[in-house]
């Protein structure tokens, strides 16, 4: 497949789906990343031969030789993004084609073959199609989509693969957190950094997540929720959580979040805040915050709310921060207001129930 060229679908459809009764069953209380549905999207990739065998399959464990690349070199790769039932009864995404572009921002970075954008939201709407009775009712919930890349060539040898496999499978899913939309604990990490100048902060590749899973454990350790990752030259500035980036919100209405300088992941509900932020009145500062400030002007009143932002936790309070020389409440502890108006306009805007002027919301049918 090359330059404009429609890469066609073969379509198998799994023989053996999952029963009415029993989907209902899972559906219920599906919770996050643990129910999946009855197919999935495969692609391959070759040098010199391009993107080709299109499938939507049945869901399946995927065959592995043991010198199989990835497995030794970590080339790999993912995005995840949301589909919602719009109450017409038909199913929207949220800007999918921003995750298309940072797919390949991540290709690239990790030496990667890119897959064009259509390609990429094709491949989204074609899983979505053939198990859209996957996706919940329930307003609070979604059908998460996870399309991935790893290096599929065997071989052993410090070298940009020649071959890959790229997938979407689908979830559906509940609240991202057990308790819902409530303040969360944070732990800031003294000795773990989860990406440094020059790295692969910027790229959605699983090494980073790999990297923070110590420092997750730690803050679990410390009745956490979320683990705060700090610069790792200076160890001062704040970077972005776990999975997270996270915002600041002060007595003036001012807006911060950590610029985007190559460290911490560009992410598309992070921009999507942004704007929304901006649209409101607010003045939206992308700069520096030390671990130091936050905790100053958290007990001198200046800052009012702290909360992350991401595809699967959507907008999340944070109301007590943890290290290990104590630990302080941001705003008494409780939901600031102007968290919980930007988290309800942009689920309002992602399911059809707000004006949408950026044409954020794409519609699948």
Request: charged share 20%; proline share 7%; hydrophobic share 45%.
């Amino acid at each position: 497949m090359s330059g404009g060229d429609k890469l066609d679908f073969e379509i198998r459809p799994n023989p053996a789906p999952v029963s009415a009764a029993d989907r209902a069953a899972l559906l219920a209380n599906p919770g996050f990343g643990r129910v999946f549905t009855d197919h999935m999207v495969t692609i391959r990739y070759a040098d010199g031969k391009g993107w080709y065998d299109a499938r939507v399959e049945a869901r399946a464990p995927i065959p592995m030789d043991p010198a199989s690349a990835v497995l030794h070199y970590a080339q790999e790769i993912f995005e995840g993004m949301k589909a919602y039932r719009a109450d017409d009864g038909g199913v929207t995404m949220f800007r999918p084609y921003a995750n298309a572009a940072r797919f390949n921002t991540s290709a690239a970075r990790m030496a990667m073959p890119a897959l064009p954008e259509e390609t990429f939201v094709d491949s989204l709407h074609r899983l979505i199609e053939i198990d859209r009775e996957w996706i919940p009712e329930n307003e609070d919930a979604s059908l998460y989509l996870r399309p991935f890349m790893f290096a599929s060539e065997v071989f052993l040898g410090v070298r940009p693969a020649n071959e890959y496999l790229y997938l979407v499978i689908a979830s559906p899913a509940g609240a991202y957190f057990a308790g819902g939309v409530k303040p969360v604990t944070v732990w800031v990490s003294p000795d773990y950094t989860r990406a440094g100048p020059g790295g692969t902060g910027a790229a959605k590749c699983g090494g980073n997540y790999a990297a923070s899973l110590a420092a997750q454990a730690q803050a679990i350790e410390n009745g956490c929720d979320q683990v705060v990752f700090l610069d790792a030259v200076e160890r001062k500035y704040v970077d972005e959580l776990g999975g997270m980036n996270v915002f600041f919100v002060y007595d003036d209405g001012t807006v911060a979040t950590p610029p985007l300088t190559g460290t911490i992941l560009p992410g598309i509900t992070r921009e999507s805040v942004i704007a929304l932020a901006e649209a409101a009145g607010h003045r939206v500062e992308e700069r520096p915050v030390t671990f130091a400030e936050w905790q100053a002007d958290a007990a001198s009143g200046r800052l009012r709310e702290v909360f992350a932002c991401g595809t699967a936790a959507v907008v999340t309070p944070i109301g007590r921060v943890r290290f290990p020389d104590g630990e302080f409440a941001v705003g008494g502890g409780e939901p600031g207001t102007v968290t919980m108006a930007l988290r309800q306009q942009l689920v309002d805007i992602q399911r059809g129930k707000a004006a949408d002027p950026d044409n954020w919301v794409h519609r699948v049918f």
